[in-house]
T-cell receptor
Framework: EAGVAQSPRYKIIEKRQSVAFWCNPI?????LYWYQQILGQGPKLLIQ????????DSQLPKDRFSAERLKGVDSTLKIQPAKLEDSAVYLC???????????FGPGTRLTVL | QKEVEQNSGPLSVPEGAIASLNCTYS??????FFWYRQYSGKSPELIMS????GDKEDGRFTAQLNKASQYVSLLIRDSQPSDSATYLC??????????FGPGTSLSVIP
């Protein structure tokens, strides 16, 4: 069974530029999560989808972050414009609807200069 | 009060000893609890989930849940250097949100 795929693995941008991350969940997993993890901290949920609907985006900075999950499968997370404090690892995870046992992708390490 | 709390560590144990990792949570209605392991530079991987009071064992790992005390722990028996990692506690709250704790760093000394 293929795991959660993410790309790119690394990205370096300058502040005020835009960036997009892509995630493809495990086949059959209806729930998809995007997390931000800053070094030394636990993952912080940015947005949770179930199929193509948003379940929770209460911690998503909506003035600069956006996410979509068209067709209820893969998803993109965008930051525009980026700030220095957005430097972090962005993790995508997926789970079945019946439980919250999440499987994580390898993450994207973003550096904003 | 933070929703999910863990001792940040680092916790150091000698090889072969029992490592005990602790987690407390604030939402009394929480029903599902998870332990993840995260190696440096890697993403979290699920070790165990527990839903009922008591102990759940899987190999060298035992998760313990006490809902009355709002406390969940992870015991690692016969600790190995390969167990050195950060251990994340995650809790599904009564309002259907999964909250991660800050993690406890474990170092197993050969």
């Amino acid at each position: 069974e293929a795991g959660v795929a993410q790309s790119p693995r690394y990205k370096i941008i300058e502040k005020r530029q835009s960036v997009a991350f892509w995630c493809n969940p495990i086949s059959g997993h209806a729930t998809l999560y995007w997390y931000q993890q800053i070094l030394g901290q636990g993952p912080k949920l940015l947005i949770q989808f179930q199929n193509n609907g948003v379940v929770d985006d209460s911690q998503l900075p909506k003035d600069r972050f956006s996410a979509e999950r068209l067709k209820g499968v893969d998803s993109t997370l965008k930051i525009q414009p980026a700030k220095l404090e957005d430097s972090a690892v962005y993790l995508c995870a997926s789970s079945e609807v019946r439980n919250n046992e999440q499987f994580f992708g390898p993450g994207t390490r973003l550096t904003v200069l | 009060q933070k929703e999910v709390e863990q001792n940040s560590g680092p916790l150091s144990v000698p090889e072969g000893a029992i490592a005990s990792l602790n987690c407390t949570y604030s939402d009394r209605g929480s029903q599902s609890f998870f332990w993840y392991r995260q190696y440096s530079g890697k993403s979290p991987e699920l070790i165990m989930s527990i839903y009922s009071n008591g102990d759940k064992e899987d190999g060298r790992f035992t998760a313990q849940l006490n809902k009355a005390s709002q406390y969940v722990s992870l015991l690692i028996r016969d600790s190995q250097p390969s167990d050195s990692a950060t251990y994340l506690c995650a809790v599904k709250t009564s309002y259907d949100k999964v909250i991660f704790g800050p993690g406890t760093s474990l170092s197993v000394i050969p």
